[in-house]
């Protein structure tokens, strides 16, 4: 029997539309090469130009609606006009914390034909996942504003680390580690926060008794950091949390080719509610409607959609036919110093699937 997955499609602000539609390009082809499964795609116009026309920023019912789909794909939010802590937590953060997508999961790989600021750096050198706690820690939003505008006035953001929490995104990256063999990297920073990362760091001790298999490493943030500049090899599976998963991330994305090439998977490893995929940068206003954005951020996500679906030989495939695209050097967008558009870049990919099937 065919297979449906229902996706879905949030395109977004700026060149998150441009971009979704190469994705969209491709999952259409793998579906048509593989013959015994296809995807049934809809699209919500939320978003910051929803926001500026109906004064929010997704449908009331627009949770309701989501539950209802396998995946959700992502462009990126954000437009000039509206106040950004606005378009993240109406419609990002509102989803992830919704649909307790509390796995963030992000490759930083250097793929062959990307190009690489680090001098001597060759592609298969710098090959880690980060799983970034995604539900609560800095990002929790506790907090208060006292005193607003008075000469006492007083901001509080407070961290919130739960047990609970903390365990699940701990154990999911040792079972990622188990299965693939690698090594485990827990980054954290127990000296200077002496509450919540001394608390992160016996968790990371506690859960490793369970495996014993599991070879891990322990960091501090800030030298981790330069690690991730000076030797990135060191990393394989990373651990680590909201606030420092957010930084180190775009970090790894500069050393692996830049914001074209940086995809994320926001997870509900249960399945109990939709998954989220999305390229990690934003509508980048800069070059919206040029037709020149890098599609590949969108469509590595797309890759990782497929894996998350079981049909992880067509998320290779993808990632595969990205990298051939890359080391053609021949149908690349000016962030990496080529002419062609976003749309010739997802055709290039999609030739490049075929030419494997
Ligand atoms: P940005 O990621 O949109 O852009 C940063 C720089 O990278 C710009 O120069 C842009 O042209 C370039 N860039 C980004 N993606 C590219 C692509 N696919 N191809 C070629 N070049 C690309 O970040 P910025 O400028 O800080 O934010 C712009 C807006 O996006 C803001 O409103 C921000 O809040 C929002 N944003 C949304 C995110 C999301 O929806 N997940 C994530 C980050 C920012
Ligand atoms: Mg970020």
New binding site residues.
């Given amino acids: 029997m065919m297979k449906t997955y229902k996706v879905a499609v949030i395109p977004?602000d700026?060149?998150?539309p441009e971009?979704l539609a190469e994705g969209i390009k491709v999952l259409k082809e793998v579906a048509k090469l593989d013959g015994t499964f296809s995807f049934d795609f809809v699209t919500f116009p939320w978003g910051c130009e929803y926001y500026l026309k109906h004064g929010k920023m997704m449908d009331d019912a627009g949770m309701e609606c989501l539950q209802e789909f396998d995946a959700i794909y992502?462009g990126?939010?954000?437009?000039p006009g509206v106040p950004?802590h606005i378009?993240?937590w109406d419609l990002?953060l509102r989803i992830r914390k919704g649909f307790d997508q509390y796995i963030n999961l992000r490759p930083i790989q250097l793929l062959k034909g990307a190009p690489c600021p680090l001098n001597g750096v060759q592609p298969g050198q710098i090959d880690m996942l980060v799983v970034r706690e995604n539900s609560e820690g800095e990002y929790a939003g506790a907090g208060d504003w006292l005193f607003k505008g008075k000469p006492e006035e007083v901001v509080l953001q407070t961290g919130v680390f739960s047990r609970k929490g903390t365990e699940r995104v701990i154990r999911y990256a040792y079972e990622l580690a188990r299965k693939t063999g690698k090594t485990l990297t827990s980054i954290s920073k127990a000296n200077a926060l002496n509450y919540s990362m001394v608390f992160w760091d016996q968790v990371f001790v506690e859960v490793s008794k369970e495996y014993p298999d599991v070879k891990t490493y322990s960091y501090l943030v800030d030298a981790a950091s330069m690690f991730f500049v000076k030797d990135p090899g060191r990393f394989q599976i990373v651990v680590t949390s909201n606030l420092f998963g957010d930084i180190l991330t775009d970090l790894g994305a500069a050393i692996t080719g830049g914001?074209?090439l940086a995809a994320g998977a926001n997870l509900n490893p249960e399945r109990k509610y939709p998954s989220m995929f999305?390229?990690?940068?934003?509508?980048?206003?800069?070059?919206a409607g040029k037709a020149?954005?890098?599609?590949i951020?969108?469509i590595w996500s797309v890759s990782q959609m497929l894996d998350f679906f079981g049909q992880e030989e067509w998320g290779k495939i993808v990632l595969t036919a990205i990298e051939q695209v890359l080391v053609k050097n021949e149908c690349l967008?000016p962030?990496l110093d080529g002419k062609a558009k976003t749309n010739e870049v997802g055709d290039a990919v999609v030739s490049a699937i075929c030419a494997m099937k």
């Fill in positions: 977004g700026g060149i998150g971009v992502l990126a939010v954000g437009y950004d378009s993240l990002l914001m074209g999305e390229p990690i940068h934003g509508s980048a206003p800069d070059i020149i954005a890098n599609p951020a969108s967008t962030d």
